[in-house]
């Protein structure tokens, strides 16, 4: 545990701007924001598998297009291997924003090593939720898979780049790859896509893998060989992976942690099993509750939430779960909570627990 | 490269699978090859420059001579061959069409895509000169432009002068139509990741971008084909063709200068307005079957027949 992580994630936010309508224009009224992401901290371990699991709309997509660079964050920082990465961070440093008084950590920010950004797209990779969306429909298997050699000039050579795509095809269980070089994404199914966008992403060998729910899209048979192959990478490569899930009942067996996501913000992490078995935040248990379990009589009774999600352009004050919560008492319509440590590796965020638990 | 012609060839045959059932794409594809293949082959088609004036025994020029007397379609007022100038006239309106078609497009597709992927300035820039011109009427615009260029005594053929006002001109729709689409395309996941792979704007438009857009790119070349040619007719009709190498609107405008039409001289003047029909209708059929067959966004792509599997992220679904 005294490992130095390779991704480091702290405070990060990510906010959208909403569309203003004419009335809040004439009355001069400050655009909205969506604040999809909201000063969510975690660490993930060489080799570690990290999932992240929420409802739809919590965020869970946003966090991994923000980590990859496909959107600028609001603020905070992301550390890979001890760099900064963060788009925002790129341009401060470029000089292109002028930096703000009180903007988070600029003092270290100086100090740390720059990461070319180039070279931390060669070594983190996103597998997209979309089988059917994230190929290209009219490149062959082979030129999707070949790209990210292209695009960073990698291979030396035709030989090379053969080569190096056969064994991502391979590696990703498409045999012989030679018969998927000249297809079309269309004549594949979506397990055999997905496993074509495990390729490409595998091609350059990565050391994280963002990967935002890649089986939710998939017919229910196929899932359980997508996530195996997920985890025989880990195994074999020692990638890390971010695995975004909005399904609980995956997660028990395939990942080392879990964060569980509510309206931008993680509400408890800790080691699968701590968090599986001993659920401290009344969200937690509440997902752990309907997750269907084989056996009924490890049942547990059922905690139904009431009413929906609130939407994250109005969040509500205090504690952001207290409109839902079975357990929610005065206090939590004041307090924005803090972390409790549970244990080492176990944190969660919930008034409930800092005034039973320990 | 081996790989490339393969796969070149595979996609043409499946697109020709399909495409040879489809009967107005036939129609149309006919239509449109035939004309090609006359201007292709003026020469063979006819014993006669364009130019030569038909005597009789006598010597004399024979004007206005109706079918039955002289070859397939008659005389003009000047007695030259009208079957000839027909096929050496499809070289003229083909061409100019072709060219000035090639020109639009070209522009068309390079403005739409850059006002769509680049967003910002560069699109409102773009969309307020696609604006102006699409408010300004084409035809008298374009008459005024021509009129004034060759007034000005360039040394360029009236003919570069018609390609180049009528390509120039021509773009508007398709930059519309290009960018429209372009603002979808960019917003798809095998975009973002190509982006997250770390694919530069370059990259992107010319892989992820333009394959997306040339089926439309193809379509649209065909249909604004039509547009040209049609707008070369009505041009050269109104005297701005070049008449030392008369289109089939030049033939219409010397028709009518020649007063052929109270002359009774039907085989004048109807078989180049027939060749225009039968050219730009072949065009539209042809354009319309494409478009409807490669645009992704009008009808399924014909091979995607498998079933999706829906998301199961729904509402209230939480564990
Ligand atoms: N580009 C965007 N512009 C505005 N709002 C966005 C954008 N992307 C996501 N959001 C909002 O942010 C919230 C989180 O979305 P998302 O990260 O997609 O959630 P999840 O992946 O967990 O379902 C949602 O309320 C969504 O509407
Ligand atoms: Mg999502």
């Known amino acids: ?358 | 490269m081996r790989e490339s012609w393969l796969l070149f060839w595979r996609n043409l045959r499946e697109f020709w699978r399909v495409f040879r059932h489809n009967r107005m794409g036939m129609i149309g594809a006919f239509l449109l090859l035939s004309a090609v293949l006359i201007a292709l082959f003026a020469p063979f088609l006819s014993p006669y420059e364009p130019s030569l004036v038909i005597r009789d025994a006598t010597g004399r020029g024979l004007t206005f001579a109706p079918p039955a007397v002289h070859g397939p379609l008659g005389t003009d007022d000047a007695g030259r061959d009208v079957w000839t100038q027909l096929v050496y006239g499809a070289r003229i309106s083909l061409l100019v069409g072709l060219l000035a078609g090639f020109i639009a497009m070209f522009i068309g597709s390079l403005l739409g895509i850059l006002a769509g992927y680049f967003g910002g300035w560069i699109d409102t820039l773009i969309m307020r000169v696609t604006d102006v011109l699409l408010v300004i009427p084409d035809l008298p615009l374009m008459l005024v432009l021509v009129a004034t260029l060759r007034q000005m005594e360039l040394k360029i053929s009236p003919l570069v002068v018609l390609i180049l006002v009528i390509g120039l001109l021509y773009w508007t729709s398709t930059a519309r139509l290009v960018r429209s689409q372009v603002l979808s395309i960019k917003e798809r996941q095998f975009v973002a990741r190509a982006r997250a792979i770390g694919a530069g704007h370059f990259h992107i438009i010319r892989r992820h971008i333009l394959p997306q857009l040339m089926p439309l790119i193809v379509a649209n070349t065909v249909l604004i084909l039509s547009t040209a040619i049609l707008i070369e007719s009505g041009l050269s009709f109104l005297g701005l063709g070049d008449p030392t190498q008369p289109s089939w609107g030049t033939m219409l405008n010397f028709a009518f200068d020649r007063n052929a039409i109270s002359n009774g001289a039907w085989w004048f003047y109807l078989p180049p307005g027939l060749a225009i029909v039968w050219v730009s209708l072949g065009c539209v059929l042809l354009g319309n079957v494409l478009e409807e067959m490669l645009n992704p966004r009008l009808t399924a792509h014909h091979l995607e027949g498998d079933v999706r599997v829906r998301p199961l992220e729904g509402e209230g679904a939480y564990g």
């Open chain 1, 1 to 358: 545990m005294t490992q130095e992580p390779l991704l480091l994630v702290e405070n990060l936010r990510k906010y959208f701007p909403v569309g203003q309508s004419l009335g809040d224009l004439l009355l001069r009224r400050p655009p909205g924001l969506i604040k999809a992401v909201d000063d969510v901290s975690f660490t993930l371990l060489h080799g570690e598998i990290l999932a992240i699991v929420g409802e739809s709309g919590c965020g869970k997509t946003t966090i991994a297009r923000t980590l990859i660079g496909l959107e600028e964050e609001t603020g905070g920082k992301i550390l890979f291997n001890g760099r900064q990465i963060g788009a925002r961070e790129r341009r401060l440093q470029a000089g292109l924003v002028p930096l703000e008084s009180g903007a988070i950590g600029t003092r270290e920010q100086q100090s740390l090593p720059r990461l070319s950004f180039k070279q931390f797209r060669q070594q983190a990779q996103m597998i997209f939720q979309d089988p059917y969306e994230s190929l290209n429909p009219r490149a062959t298997i082979f030129e999707i898979v070949a790209e990210p050699l292209v695009v960073h000039g990698l291979a030396r050579g035709r030989a090379e780049k053969i080569q190096r795509v056969r064994n991502a095809l391979e590696d990703a269980g498409l045999r012989p790859a030679e018969e998927y070089f000249l297809r079309y994404p269309h004549e594949l199914s979506g397990g055999q896509r997905q496993r074509v966008v495990i390729a490409g992403a595998m091609v350059l060998e990565p050391k994280l893998l963002i990967a935002d729910e890649p089986v939710s899209m998939l017919d229910v048979s196929i899932r359980a060989e997508i996530l195996n192959l997920l985890h025989d990478l880990r195994n074999k490569r020692g990638v890390s992976i971010v695995f975004i899930t909005h399904d609980l009942g995956t997660v028990a067996y395939f990942a080392d942690r879990l964060a569980v996501m509510y309206l931008g913000r993680i509400v408890e992490i800790g080691r699968t099993a701590e968090v599986l078995k001993n659920p401290q935040h009344p969200y937690t248990r509440a997902l752990l509750s309907v997750v269907p379990v084989p056996n009924p009589r490890l049942r547990r009774e059922r905690v139904i939430l009431q009413g929906e999600a609130p939407n994250p352009i109005h969040l509500p004050t205090g504690c952001r779960f207290h409109p839902r919560c079975p357990l929610a008492m005065d206090a939590c319509r004041m307090t924005d909570p803090a972390y409790v440590q549970l244990s080492a590796t176990h944190s969660t965020a919930c008034l409930r627990v800092e005034s039973t638990a320990l």
